[in-house]
């Protein structure tokens, strides 16, 4: 049986800032998690994330959905944990308050899905924290 981790966040900032920064494939080093991803690159509908220590993981970019704010994508090459199989989505909601981004993962083996779940709710954090604070930083000045 495939297991599924989901985790969320609400995001201080918009719906549709989130989805530029989420749909934005390529640049997944600047606007999501820098420092954790240290460059990206596109190969036609593969995402190539280069990590700090040098390696590299293939993600093919499955979907681009602008009208459910919706991103799919796999992991095709260079996983650290030892998966047979992840596929991954984003989708953004509008909240009252900004924002609220889902993060959802089905991955094999099912034994791997508590070492997914503490490596996504980290990285959800890192991404609340570079968006928020990328709104912050675009924010005019009060006088």
């Known amino acids: 049986m495939m297991a599924t981790v989901r985790v969320e966040a609400v995001i201080g ?17 600047r606007r999501l998690l820098p420092g954790r991803v240290a ?3 596109m190969e036609d509908d593969v995402r190539i994330l280069t990590m700090p220590d040098g390696s590299e993981i293939r993600e093919l970019i499955v979907s681009v959905d602008h009208g459910d ?4 994508y796999a992991v095709i090459r260079g996983q650290k944990l030892p998966l047979t199989y992840h596929h991954a ?6 909240e009252a308050e900004g924002s609220r ?10 034994a791997m899905a508590a070492s997914v ?3 996504t709710e980290r ?21």
């Open 117 to 119: 779940r503490a490596r």
């Open 39 to 41: 460059d990206a690159r």
């Open 13 to 29: 900032v918009p719906a549709q800032r989130v989805w530029e920064a989420i749909a934005d494939v390529g640049a997944v080093h």
């Open 101 to 110: 981004l889902v993060w959802l993962t089905d991955v094999l083996p099912h």
């Open 89 to 94: 989505t984003f989708q953004v909601f509008g």
């Open 69 to 72: 704010r919706r991103l799919a």
């Open 123 to 143: 990285g959800i954090l890192e991404i609340k924290n570079v968006i928020e604070s990328a709104e912050a930083d675009e924010a005019p000045a009060e006088t």
